[in-house]
């Protein structure tokens, strides 16, 4: 995947703000507790269980894709063999609260269906692959994109990867790193290096200053521990910023 080239393919800008923030979050705490959802809170034994949790988060609430897996969980025991034979219909009622139900149910049967034709029951053998072909592979499944190939990579296979969610997107937008997924994920890589503990920590701490300053409505910028490191807070200050 994303080696130490990495750091070839991001800028000079970009790497002054990524370094800011990553120097800037180190003052700043969290408690793994506030992560409800079923990817932070929780280990998987084997990478469908991660898959199919990771996939129940996409466009929802934590809360909401937590009693999804739960339910998936009571019908299937989040057995890939199960998934695949109960059928999509069942599994659309199952996961019914997390929202756009028969679409998931679908594409997370096709996507276990998938691995399995690959790999069988061995399918953990994906995070023994390089770097960039176990993301490759991942991409390559029904319903899989950046984020849920990156989080499964990160989490659960502990390979260095940057997932970027929704509120890292729009801290980086603000702060001036824009929003392109890729450079924004190259950045962290780039700053962070492939200490996978390293980048966990940044990944979730972004999370935190989503949630609690940098909201899509009225950030918290007088209080917030990157404001040194933003070109919003800044034009904010001066009196030129746009919500
Ligand atoms: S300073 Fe304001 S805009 Fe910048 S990251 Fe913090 S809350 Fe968001």
Do not use: W
């Amino acid at each position: 995947m994303v080696e130490y080239t990495v750091c070839s393919v991001v800028n000079e800008d970009s790497k002054d703000i990524g370094s800011c923030i990553v120097k800037a979050l180190s003052r700043v705490e969290y408690d793994v507790e506030e992560f409800v959802g079923p990817v932070a809170s929780r280990k998987y034994s084997n990478i469908y269980a991660m898959l199919v949790a990771v996939m129940l988060t996409q466009n929802t609430s934590d809360a909401n894709a937590f009693k999804a897996l739960k339910q998936l969980e009571k019908v299937t025991g989040l057995d890939p063999h199960k998934i695949v034979s109960v059928g999509e219909e069942v599994i659309a009622e199952a996961i019914r609260v997390a929202g756009m139900y028969r679409v998931r149910a679908k594409r997370i049967v096709m996507a276990v269906k998938q691995l399995l034709e690959m790999f069988g029951d061995k399918a953990d053998k994906v995070c023994e692959l390089d770097d960039s072909e176990a993301r490759r592979l991942l991409l390559s499944l029904p319903g899989v994109g950046l984020k849920t190939a990156d989080v499964v990579l990160l989490m659960y296979c502990r390979k260095p990867a940057f997932p970027v969610d929704t509120h890292i997107r729009r801290i980086c937008s603000r702060v001036g790193l824009g929003s392109s997924y890729e450079h924004i994920s190259k950045t962290f890589l780039c700053v962070v290096g492939r200490d996978v503990e390293k980048l966990v920590d940044v990944h979730l701490k972004l999370i935190t200053i989503g949630r609690k300053y940098c909201r899509p409505t009225k950030p918290k910028c007088d209080s917030c521990p990157l404001q040194v490191c933003c070109k919003y807070a800044k034009s904010k200050a001066t009196g030129n910023s746009k919500s």
